[in-house]
């Protein structure tokens, strides 16, 4: 690695606003990728839950990423109960978002409530023809997005990899003096 690079900041690089822009837009284009690769109709989900995804660290990514996918199944559920039930989307869109956003924050996942609150009005307002593919595909473009970001987000935490470890290492001597 040039000598440049590697006395970056962390601290700088990967909480810049810039720079946390650039990996969300390399994880939503990985993610756009894998999902037209795979004929999985759902580009929005693919695109949007990417760049919720992504963090200024790898660990922090995977914890998102989790809850992201939580909070759709959760949603999804919600929203696909509301279509089986019959109800009309003026009622079940708004029964399930309720549902899905106080079922996130009862599973201990309040990061999750836009995924979930998304993802039963998802399945209920655009389908796939039916709401059990659709929920299908929503989950599918979920985990595809969450693991693009999660791939970003520790290629560039492994490029920045020496730096982390001093500045944590520098904060943990300091904690111990």
């Known amino acids: 690695m040039p000598a440049k690079l590697n006395t970056l900041s962390a601290d700088f690089s990967l909480s810049n606003p810039v720079f946390l822009a650039g990996k969300a837009g390399?994880?939503?284009?990985?993610?756009?990728?894998?999902?037209?690769?795979?004929?999985?109709?759902?580009?929005?989900?693919?695109?949007?839950?990417?760049?919720?995804?992504?963090?200024?660290?790898?660990?922090?990514?995977?914890?998102?990423s989790f809850e992201q996918f939580a909070g759709s199944a959760l949603g999804g559920l919600?929203?696909?109960l509301a279509v089986v039930a019959l109800l009309p989307q003026v009622v079940g869109v708004p029964l399930a978002v309720a549902l899905a956003i106080a079922g996130s924050h009862a599973i201990g996942f309040p990061r999750a409530t836009v995924a979930a609150a998304f993802t039963a009005l998802f399945v209920q307002i655009v389908t796939f023809g039916e709401p059990l593919p659709t929920f299908g595909y929503r989950m599918?473009?979920?985990?595809?997005?969450?693991?693009?970001?999660?791939?970003?987000?520790?290629?560039?935490?492994?490029?920045?990899?020496?730096?982390?470890?001093?500045?944590?290492?520098?904060?943990?001597?300091?904690?111990?003096?």
């Open 26 to 64: 390399a994880a939503s284009g990985v993610a756009l990728i894998a999902v037209d690769a795979l004929g999985i109709p759902d580009l929005v989900t693919a695109a949007f839950v990417a760049v919720l995804c992504c963090s200024p660290g790898a660990l922090m990514g995977l914890r998102t």
């Open 78 to 80: 919600f929203g696909t």
């Open 140 to 177: 599918a473009a979920v985990g595809i997005a969450a693991a693009s970001a999660f791939i970003i987000n520790v290629l560039v935490s492994a490029f920045f990899y020496e730096s982390l470890f001093r500045k944590r290492l520098g904060k943990l001597e300091a904690r111990v003096e």
